[in-house]
Structure formats: C-alpha cells, structure tokens
C-alpha cells in the first residue's frame, strides 16, 4: 500500500524598502486656506535601501488625486513603475499628507502574478524649484510573492 502526500508548496514574501525622489506638477480645482483639491503627475526614480532587486534603479510615474480640508489631508492614486529591462510594475496607493499604504496591481516579466503591498512615507519635500512644480522624496517599504 502507498500512501501519497501533497504538501502545497508555500511561498513566502520577500521584504524590501526604496526611496522614491520625484518632481511633479499639480491642477487645482480649489485652492484656498480652507480647501485644497488637486491632481496631479509625479515622474521620478526608486532605488532600494535594503539591496533588493525590486522597485531598484526603476523610472517612476505617477497619477493622484488630493484633497485638503483645514489639517485634514486625502489622496490616491497609481504609480506605474519601468525596470531598465522594460518590465513593469503598477500599484495602486492612497493616504494622508505624508504617509499611506500601497498595493501592486499588475506586474510583467518577471514581475507577473505579483502580490503584496506595504506603506510609504513622506520624508522631504524641498521648496520648488519652479512655479507650479513640487518635489518629494518617499520612502516605501513592503513585502511581495510571484505567485507562479
């Protein structure tokens, strides 16, 4: 008599942290002390503090939604994310003014079937260089799987 066990393989999620500078431009549908709603697109560069291959050396962009009410502060959006190689990954974020969470929606190449998520954190955001323009540094930490 054989006895046959099947043990679903289980992966487990590798961790990583990135810091995310970038520049963007924002349209403002009001814009007073007392109610702040805009969009707008970030176009910038990740490279990872932890050393892993994930959201490193990447080019960034990304779309977003924010309103400010008084000291109350809303935004989302996506961030679309391009390897030197050409693979992509897309996650969708939301948060407060200066910190929120993410998680991947889409990934190609290697990147396929990609899960997980994490938080970012918003650490500068240095006086604009240009009218109209802004300028922030992030860091973001998370956890993912490539679920075959």
């Given at each position: 008599?054989?006895?046959f066990?099947?043990v679903?393989?289980v992966?487990?999620?590798?961790s990583?942290?990135?810091?995310?500078?970038?520049?963007?431009?924002?349209?403002?549908?009001?814009?007073?002390?007392?109610?702040?709603?805009?969009?707008?697109?970030?176009?910038?560069i990740?490279?990872?503090?932890?050393?892993?291959?994930?959201?490193?050396?990447?080019?960034?962009q990304?779309?977003?939604?924010?309103?400010?009410?008084?000291?109350?502060a809303?935004?989302?959006?996506?961030?679309?994310?391009?390897y030197?190689?050409?693979?992509?990954?897309?996650?969708?974020w939301?948060?407060?003014a200066?910190d929120?969470?993410?998680?991947?929606?889409f990934?190609?190449?290697?990147?396929?079937n990609?899960?997980?998520?994490?938080?970012?954190?918003?650490?500068?955001?240095?006086?604009?260089?240009?009218?109209g323009?802004?300028?922030n540094?992030?860091?973001?930490?998370?956890?993912?799987?490539?679920?075959?």
């Open positions: 008599m054989m006895i066990l099947f679903p393989a992966q487990t999620a590798d990583f942290e990135s810091v995310a500078c970038r520049s963007g431009a924002a349209t403002y549908i009001q814009n007073t002390k007392e109610l702040v709603i805009m969009s707008f697109e970030l176009k910038g990740l490279q990872s503090k932890s050393n892993a291959e994930i959201l490193n050396n990447v080019s960034e990304c779309v977003g939604m924010l309103k400010r009410a008084g000291d109350q809303i935004q989302s959006g996506f961030c679309r994310y391009m030197p190689n050409g693979d992509i990954n897309v996650v969708e939301d948060g407060g200066n929120g969470k993410w998680q991947f929606l990934g190609t190449g290697k990147w396929e990609i899960k997980g998520g994490g938080t970012w954190k918003a650490h500068q955001r240095p006086k604009p260089i240009a009218e323009t802004f300028q540094c992030i860091t973001i930490t998370g956890a993912y799987e490539l679920k075959k």
